[in-house]
């Protein structure tokens, strides 16, 4: 266990008690000195410390700390506007002992103060963090003491890479995927107002790399809005950022045709679900569920779709939720086809579907959950922020495909 983790572990258990005994109490002061050796053995190798609390992740400076993957307290303290705490020089006891009843107070775990937000010793800072060029300030007060800057091309060409070594007919980098899942959930949540980071398609031949990510953004995200849990949401991201694997083996002058496919083409495309899940069984790690979400992602509530499936249970619960994400980026997608549909072109499209081509009850819950967002990124846009980056910059936080109309029946035309 690292030495970060053994500190906010550490930390964890000192609130815990307090919370439980009151300050003053043997245990209260045991587990508080505890806290604080961590505290002081991490600040002998490195002065100023950083750590950044999101939903379900947590951050060590920059560095994602796996262990504390789900972490209750990360939630707790990221709900009570503590997203970001820096220790910026040596830390004194009776600071620290400042720092444990003010975040007592906080979570409403500990006895009121007169004033819980005041300010506290110059050697500790308490804030919330925001995305680079994106969100408005937060309420009640709380400073903002980080901008957290994602612009994922190094996850894009991550996937790209992931791709290629499938391709060439190496063995799937289960740990790289997970890498590129934890970096988008991190954007996903850099602000506590969600803000989905897509991506824009700046190359056809990017495709199938920058669609994987949106669709695992997009299916995180409802996974977040259904209340799934966090590891059922990050089971699905590694789900949908695989769930096109076996495009990999479609040859790119079918899979950028321009026009209808012919037969022989058709059948090239639909033979995509049935090789991601071959290469997701044989991957030296079998992920089950990502298998499954590669086989399933086209199969529609009606039994219609590719692959046929003759079991009366249709496609499980996961597989329904991706095809939905799949489907609205496709469709807000500019392919060489087709020009892209808006989005309220493509949520028309999802509520017309409902109960034929998608699960009724999570088309509902996709359909909301943009449209709110919608209005946000609306709102967002509306307010001048300096230094804003242009909204077809790929790095954009709330990048989204755009593009012209288009007209009904691409899905009849064209199966991927």
Not at 265 to 277: D, L, N, S
Request: hydrophobic share 45%.
């Amino acid at each position: 266990m690292s030495d970060p983790v053994q500190f906010l572990q550490a930390l964890s258990q000192a609130l815990s008690t307090l919370g439980l005994y009151g300050a003053g109490h043997p245990a209260t002061t045991r587990t508080a000195e505890a806290a604080y050796e961590r505290l002081l053995d991490l600040q002998a190798r490195r002065r100023h410390l950083q750590f950044t609390f999101l939903a379900g992740e947590v951050l060590f400076g920059d560095e994602v700390q796996p262990a504390l993957a789900g972490w209750e307290w990360s939630e707790r303290l990221a709900a009570a506007g503590v997203e970001r705490m820096e220790f910026v020089e040596a830390v004194e006891l009776d600071a620290f002992e400042w720092l444990l009843a003010h975040l007592a107070v906080r979570l409403g775990i500990g006895p009121e103060i007169a004033d819980p937000r005041q300010t506290g010793p110059s050697s500790i800072r308490l804030g919330m963090v925001t995305l680079a060029g994106g969100g408005p300030a937060p309420a009640d007060g709380v400073p903002t003491i980080a901008r957290l800057s994602y612009n994922l091309r190094d996850e894009r060409d991550m996937v790209g890479w992931i791709h290629d070594e499938v391709r060439g007919g190496g063995q799937l980098p289960l740990l790289e995927a997970d890498a590129v899942v934890r970096s988008l959930s991190l954007a996903m949540h850099a602000e506590q107002a969600m803000v989905l980071p897509l991506l824009q398609l700046k190359e056809f031949d990017q495709y199938t790399t920058t669609h994987s990510m949106n669709v695992a953004v997009l299916a995180m995200a409802l996974g977040d809005f259904l209340e799934l849990g966090p590891a059922a949401v990050r089971s699905l991201g590694f789900a949908a950022l695989l769930h096109d694997l076996g495009k990999v083996c479609i040859p790119p002058d079918i899979l950028n045709k321009p026009g209808t496919l012919e037969p022989a083409e058709r059948q090239v495309v639909e033979r995509h679900p049935g090789v991601g899940a071959k290469i997701l069984l044989e991957s030296r790690d079998v992920i089950e569920l990502a298998a499954v979400v590669a086989y399933e992602h086209h199969v529609m509530i009606n039994g219609g779709g590719y692959p046929h499936m003759p079991d009366v249970r249709g496609a499980q619960y996961a597989s329904r939720l991706v095809h939905v994400c799949d489907v609205y980026d496709a469709l807000r997608t500019r392919r060489p086809y087709r020009d892209a549909w808006s989005s309220e072109q493509a949520l028309s499209y999802i509520e017309s579907r409902a109960g034929l081509e998608f699960d009724p009850t999570i088309a509902r819950a996709f359909v909301t959950m943009i449209r709110r967002w919608d209005r946000r990124v609306a709102q967002m846009a509306a307010v001048p922020v300096i230094g804003r980056e242009e909204p077809d910059s790929p790095s954009h936080p709330t990048a989204l495909v755009t593009g012209m109309d288009m007209g009904p029946g691409f899905f009849h035309s064209r199966p991927d």
